[in-house]
């Protein structure tokens, strides 16, 4: 496997300017969706089909009774176990070699279960008219700008980040930066952590929060929904091989019945059938 | 700023006060989180809890309006706990000059004062001196009429209990700040003080900057990396628009404008007067005729004083509010708002959109119609029948749409190209003044009228037809040899026979010779401290760092070596360093003067003591023009200096029916009055809305919910806002009771994307005693639930 | 096998199922198929050639959601037009007595075409009745579950979540007893006769007396049905 990479949010730098929102957008010529006034500085409750990235601003009183405000930016995490992988019916979202999750939009029926599965409720669906009016819909999420990594470039959102709160290289490399950069925040937030689920497998983007994941409305222990595990490795086999063992004993009745049949007829001379 | 933008990841401490760079200068947090990396503090005083304060170490609120006491505080600290940096005191500040006795202080007014006037005799401050004119000083700083002294007696009114029921700062966040920053007076260590327009938007603004230097001069804090006093500009180019004379008062290079008074009256006269024996200002004859052979060219002879009578004189001043002023009582006839947008950025912005109208015509320069190019529509709320306004509308193109260079808040230089060609008909600004001047030059060639002879003198040599060369504005800015052509390569080598000329002096040496325009470079290697000398042009002379001889000791070794910036290098014998000396290079430890870092003052050092300003030579507390409380530290209400103006124009609110103090801000996703961005759509779905920021508990008395539709009410009007319920802002502890403070962004406007009620409609014209800078951050309001 | 004289009524039509029934069993055998058919392609890549046909994916999901109402109708069609057969109905299906699990033996002689002996059954037999329950269960998880997908803002993420499986769960075991009981109505020769059943609400009486053999006789004794053991005809015949 080529070498994998991370992109590392390192929330004790981010200014919360909100560059990063804005790049995407334009890199990826996203259109603007205003939302309501929503009672603070956030500009929308969460990623949708076009903000593939939304900054948070979270007030929180910690422990000694201070007052935090928390930024996040906050995008898809490009899971290495990824449930939307998983119950794409389609076959339509898949990894990239750099392990980032891509959604591969020729293939995308627009049927939705991947946002309902994502752990992390990043992907969202959009409805589209094609150039006859007829709608459809994709499934729309952030990509890490796997098209700019390809051209050896970095996501656009880590390319305008000022502050280097948002980094992209190497995994092993960052898993290391994210491991000092804890060490050197401990003292200041003795609740910091690395934010690199298991449940999924480990992330492509990985945090060092200050606060427990909760505090920031994420997941303590996401994993992939035990009901995508049961539907797409036990439910949907078996019941394949159900139908398929039906139609076998429906084919082996229809055989053994005509078989049988012939004998008892050369038996008893037709003295069978009702009809 | 003193120091740069990159500078500040050598600092220790950065004390943000009456700023919130996280947001509105984003990039200052790129340096400061490098600083935080290597062990610097943080530390943010703010009346509200800012993505600022999230960013720093430490956060300690203020009630808008209250700098003083906080700093005089902070320097009553610093002396009486011996965290003062003494020998930096003593040799680089007049703390040892001697006052005379005439200059006196009492219950908040100095000596000299006419109240009729509402202004100082200033003379009553002046210094003691010797027969030869120089300051008498005692250099231990015991004589009760040293600088040192008197200072150390003005701030012992500035006691902590004091401080801190005005200010409303909790007692022992203020002490925090104190021990935080006052820790910088070592040796080794340099803080920085962060200001943007929180500080200056003030009627004590300038003394509130004052204090700030006073209290970085103690700690000989400024020269130093990581150090000084950094105002944080509020625009792109701000720095080179005051650079390049866009303040009233001033012509390109902080060289003072022409008054109509006897000393002004030739430029002889002028001259005798207005320049300095000592300091490097002595050389102001040279800066003042090379500009002038810049604008009159060969017009500009020794016979006729090189012009100089084509300079206009008046003792008005010209500030935006008194221009307002002017307008609103229909004494001016036209008026020309190149990007500027009053009916929004104004203060008191109802009344500045009244009197848009009473002008004849109006020229706006935009890129697009702004509420103030479309103050006469309906959607302004104007009955365009009653107006007769003539208006006209010039496209104008973006920065992107055109080539030129933009200084920023580091004094760099920036030359930019053009990126696309412009959209539709609009064209650059030069490119519109262009046209303008070849036009009215044409208009008024046979006329020889004083308007005409003014007009006819221009000498306007940047190109033929309608094309304008850019380059050639270029090489005059700089200055050359107006008989050889040959550029000058810097303002040393400008003479004052007219022999020389330079557009503005301060950036002369950008183009020192034919085709070398130094603020195109792009050299991005450190030259080491991060100075990137390769890398743009910053004045003066491509020093990144003023005043950095303060960074060496008197005898020219660096306090420390890990803020060391120049110093002298006996071997070579002269000053080397990762900076260009802020000195004369060559100047040897035998010289007169090696001694005296602070060049641009006439003592060589700097002024903890300042007799020039127009409020005092300490800065003194009084209260904001609108305030909930009585001024504890004197009977003087509001600062004695400042211009009042009555009616109509500026009506004044007290606290019995508006007790709530507000102050206005940016935020990151808009700028300015907000056209630029309230016309991008990213933008304005990040920040769609007007909204005010308050307490829980104000929003609990006066019963409102987040999300609500509010009023704030101001004795000059009313906005509509969605109110945002925020526990960044506490009520402030003030006399032991509380006040609330509310705030809100002042970017909205009718037109655009993102739209809402203007801010400014609520803030009164009352302007600085010194600057006029009109006071948007602190007056008083009410609230109430829109429904 | 019984092997009993025709009796001269014995090709007579009985009614089984009443109208109602026939109208409510096609519409929900069609809109099953069309259920099935238009969700296919998104079961398994296998079928997604399916899709053009059907208009797209935004044609199949607007088509699968269609004949998913008109999936749940029959119900109601039942309840208003023939609730007393509808409550006939599901009384048989929770009455279960010995002679039901006795059947099941002998069911599966019958299915691969062996000798085997009819155990008395009343209106279904123990077959019927477990196709029905396993459709009706079926039915319930497939509708709910894809009330929970058709409308996912309505309900928690894990309810959706789990809505997929179930809506898998529903139709896999679904189409697999639907495979069986189409193969035994349309193809098998001993339970082919009541084909017409579905299709008319008649069966011939011989059969329905053969399969039904409980409900049958009480149906003669309400003198609804041809006594098809009647000496006298016996003898006649």
Redesign the interface.
């Known amino acids: 496997m080529a070498t994998e990479y991370v992109k590392l949010v390192d929330v004790t ?1 981010c ?5 990063c ?2 790049a995407c ?2 890199w990826n010529d996203l ?5 309501e ?5 956030q ?2 409750k969460k990623t949708t089909a076009d903000t593939w990235n939304v900054l948070q601003y979270i ?1 929180h ?1 910690n422990g000694k009774g201070d ?5 996040r930016h906050s995008s898809c995490f490009h899971c290495t176990d990824a449930a939307c992988e998983k ?1 794409c ?3 339509a979202i898949s990894y990239s070699k750099f392990g980032t999750v891509v959604i591969d939009h020729d293939k995308c ?5 991947c ?3 994502c752990p992390f ?1 990043v992907i969202s669906l959009k409805e589209y008219k094609d150039k006859n009016g ?4 994709l499934s729309q999420k952030c990509t890490m700008c796997t098209d700019r990594l390809e051209e050896g470039l970095q996501p656009a959102c880590v390319t305008t980040c ?4 948002l980094e992209f290289g190497n995994k092993d490399e960052m898993l290391a930066k994210a491991e000092k950069r804890l060490s ?1 925040i401990k003292g ?1 937030f003795p609740n910091a952590n690395i934010y690199n689920p298991k449940g999924v497998g480990g992330t492509h983007t990985i945090y060092v929060l200050t606060e427990k994941p909760s505090v920031y409305g994420l997941p303590e222990n996401p994993k992939v ?1 035990t ?2 595990v ?2 797409k490795d036990y ?2 086999p ?3 091989m ?2 398929g ?3 076998m ?2 084919v ?3 055989i ?6 012939k004998r008892i007829k050369g038996k008893e001379d037709g ?5 | 700023m003193t120091n740069h933008w990159n500078d500040l990841q050598y600092t220790d401490c950065a004390l943000i006060i009456g700023g919130n760079p ?2 509105n200068h ?2 200052s ?2 340096w400061l ?1 490098k600083a935080k ?1 290597k062990g610097g503090k943080i530390v943010s005083v703010d009346p509200r ?1 800012t ?5 720093a ?1 430490h956060y300690a609120p203020l009630r808008s309006g209250t700098d003083i006491p906080f700093i005089g505080g902070m320097i009553k600290y610093a002396i009486e706990n011996n965290l003062i940096h003494k020998e930096y005191v003593a040799k680089y500040t007049n703390a040892s000059f001697i006052v005379k006795e005439s200059y006196k202080f009492e219950d908040g007014l100095f000596t000299g004062y006419d109240e009729a006037k509402r202004a100082y005799d200033k003379t009553q401050w002046a210094w003691e001196t010797t027969e030869d004119g120089k300051p008498v000083k005692d250099e231990t700083l015991e004589h009760p009429r040293s600088v040192f002294q008197l200072m150390k007696k003005h701030y012992s009114r500035y006691d902590v209990d004091t401080v801190t029921s005005v200010t409303g700062t909790p007692k022992e966040d203020y002490l925090k700040v104190c021990e935080m920053f006052c820790s910088t007076g070592k040796v080794g260590k340099s803080g920085t003080i962060m200001y943007a327009m929180g500080a200056t938007q003030h009627t004590v603004g300038t003394q509130n900057v004052r204090s700030y230097a006073m209290l970085q001069l103690l700690l000989g804090n400024i020269g130093l990396p990581g150090g000084g006093i950094n105002a944080m500009r509020g625009e792109s180019n701000v720095q080179g628009s005051t650079d390049f004379a866009l303040l009233f008062d001033n012509l390109p290079g902080y060289l003072g404008m022409t008054k109509a008074i006897p000393e002004h009256a030739t430029l002889k006269a002028h001259l005798e007067k207005e320049t300095p024996k000592s300091g490097y200002w002595s050389n102001k004859p040279k800066f003042i005729v090379s500009l002038l052979k810049a604008w009159y060219g060969p017009n500009a002879t020794a016979d006729n004083e090189f012009g100089y009578q084509f300079l206009p004189k008046g003792n008005k001043n010209y500030s935006h509010i008194n221009l307002f002023n002017a307008m609103y009582k229909g004494e001016l006839e036209g008026a020309f708002l190149f990007g500027t947008n009053p009916v929004v950025g104004g203060p008191n912005a109802g009344k500045e959109k009244e009197a848009l109208g009473n002008l004849k015509w109006m020229v706006a320069v935009d890129l697009w119609e702004t509420e103030s190019s479309a103050f006469w529509q309906k959607e302004a709320g104007s009955d365009p029948a009653k107006i007769n306004t003539e208006v006209f509308l010039l496209p104008a193109c973006s920065s992107y749409e055109k080539e030129g260079s933009v200084s920023n808040s580091s004094r760099w230089m920036q030359y930019r190209w053009q990126a696309i060609k412009p959209v539709g008909e609009s064209k650059a600004d030069l490119e519109i003044m262009h046209e303008l001047m070849t036009k009215i030059k044409a208009l008024y060639k046979n006329e020889s009228t004083p308007a005409a002879k003014q007009v006819n003198a221009v000498h306007w040599n940047y190109g033929e037809g309608k094309e304008i060369d850019i380059d050639l504005v270029c090489k005059e800015i700089n200055g050359y040899d107006v008989n050889t052509g040959k550029q000058i390569n810097g303002f040393g080598n400008l003479k004052d026979d007219g022999s020389t000329c330079s557009g503005n002096w301060i950036y002369c040496g950008f183009y020192p010779e034919e085709g070398k325009n130094l603020a195109q470079r792009r050299d991005s290697k450190d030259t080491g401290m991060s100075m990137y000398l390769n890398w743009s042009f910053a004045w003066p002379m491509n020093r990144r760092i003023i005043y950095n001889r303060a960074a060496a000791d008197p005898s020219g070794k660096p306090w420390s070596k890990e803020k060391a910036v120049i110093w002298w290098d006996a071997a070579q014998n002269k000053w080397a360093g990762y900076d260009v000396p802020d000195f004369v290079a060559t100047k040897k430890p035998t010289d007169p003067g090696f001694t005296d870092p602070f060049i641009m003052i006439a003592d060589g050092v700097a002024g903890l003591y300042a007799p020039t300003l127009n409020d005092g030579p300490f800065p003194e507390h009084y209260e904001p023009y609108e305030s909930p409380i009585p001024n504890a530290f004197s009977s003087q209400e509001i600062n004695p200096a400042i211009t009042l103006f009555d009616g109509d124009f500026n009506k004044r609110g007290f606290k019995v029916d508006y007790p709530i103090v507000a102050t206005t801000y940016r935020v ?2 808009h700028w300015q009055s907000g056209t630029m961005t309230r016309n991008q ?9 007007m ?1 005010v920021e308050m307490s829980e508990e104000l929003a609990k008395e006066k019963g409102i919910n ?2 609500d539709e509010i009023i704030v009410s101001s004795a000059r009007g009313e906005v509509k806002a ?7 802002f506490k009520p402030h502890t003030v006399k032991g009771k509380k006040i609330h403070q509310i705030g809100m962004p002042w970017h909205f406007g009718y037109k655009g994307i ?1 739209t809402g009620d203007t801010a400014n409609r609520l803030t009164p014209h009352i302007g600085d005693a010194n600057t006029m800078i009109p006071e948007y951050k602190a007056f008083l309001c009410d609230v109430r639930r829109a429904d | ?1 019984s ?1 009993h004289q025709q009796h001269p009524k014995a090709n007579e039509k009985i009614r089984r199922f009443p109208k109602a029934f026939v109208w409510a069993h096609a519409i929900n055998g069609i809109a099953f198929f069309a259920l099935y058919i238009t969700a296919l ?5 296998f079928f ?1 050639w399916l ?1 053009p046909v059907l208009g ?3 044609g ?2 607007l088509l699968h959601r269609i004949f998913a109402v008109i999936f749940i109708t029959p119900t109601f069609i039942l309840l208003i037009f023939s609730p007393k057969f509808f409550f006939k109905w599901m009384k048989e299906l929770i009455t279960w007595k010995k002679r039901d699990l006795e059947f099941f033996s002998e069911f599966v002689k019958e ?4 000798n085997f002996k009819h155990v008395k059954q009343t209106f279904f037999n123990a077959g019927e009745k477990i196709n029905s329950v396993i459709q009706i269960l079926c039915a319930i998880l497939v509708i709910v579950s894809g009330f929970t ?1 058709w409308f ?1 803002g309505f309900f928690p ?2 309810i ?3 809505g ?2 179930l809506h ?2 529903g ?3 679904g ?3 639907i ?2 009981h189409v ?1 035994l109505s349309v ?4 339970s082919r ?1 009541g084909y017409s059943g579905v299709v008319t609400g008649k069966v ?1 009486a ?2 329905a007396k ?1 399969h039904y053999t409980e409900w049958y006789d009480e149906e003669v004794k309400k003198g609804n049905f041809p006594d098809l053991d009647d000496p006298k005809h016996k003898k006649g015949a």
């Open positions: 730098k200014d919360g300017c909100r560059a929102m804005v957008k334009n259109p603007a969706e205003p939302e006034f929503s009672g603070t500085v500009s929308h007030e009183e007052l935090e405000y928390l930024f119950v019916p389609e076959n029926v627009g049927c939705g279960y946002v309902q599965n409720e007829k709608e459809y819909k000022h502050t280097n709160a050197e200041k929904p009901s995508a049961v539907w439910a949907q078996i019941g394949k159900m139908i063992a039906t139609t004993a429906v082996g009745a229809f053994t019945n005509n078989i049988i049949s003295g069978e059938g009702h009809e | 996280a947001e984003p990039i947090f790129r989180t990396e809890f993505r600022t304060s999230a960013m170490d990151s996703e759509e990213w933008l304005s779905e990040l920040v769609p809305y909204y987040n999300k969605y109110a945002m319920v925020t526990k960044r993102a | 096998m092997n392609p998104m079961y398994t890549e997604d899709y797209g994916p935004a199949a999901r299915l691969f075409g062996f997908m996912p993420r894990a959706v979540q789990w997929y499986v898998n769960v139709f896999g075991l189409i697999a007893v495979v069986g193969y193809v098998h020769k001993h006769p011939p011989w059969w053969g």
